[in-house]
């Protein structure tokens, strides 16, 4: 006996009934400057990510070395 998966359709959206008592919030220019301003703070965001990560795999690369560079006078601290 053969049992086949069942195929699932994806759900309908849903109908969007906008409230006539509703504005906006934000003027169209804003929201445009807003979604370019979230979208460079992401990609920013993911670059400091992956640059992390590459300098962590390096075979060269530990904390203590990396600290010593900022610890100048070699007293545990950065000033």
């Given at each position: 006996?053969?049992?086949?998966?069942?195929v699932r359709c994806p759900p309908e959206p849903l109908p969007r009934y906008p409230s006539p008592s509703?504005?906006?919030v934000l003027a169209l220019r804003d929201e445009d400057e807003l979604v370019s301003g979230l979208r460079t703070f992401i990609t920013n965001e993911n670059d400091i990510e992956r640059e992390k990560t590459s300098l962590a795999l390096k075979s060269d690369f530990n904390m203590t070395d990396a600290?010593?560079?900022?610890d100048r006078?070699?007293?545990g601290m950065i000033s």
């Open positions: 006996m053969r049992y086949s998966s069942p509703r504005q906006p600290f010593g560079i900022f006078n070699r007293d």
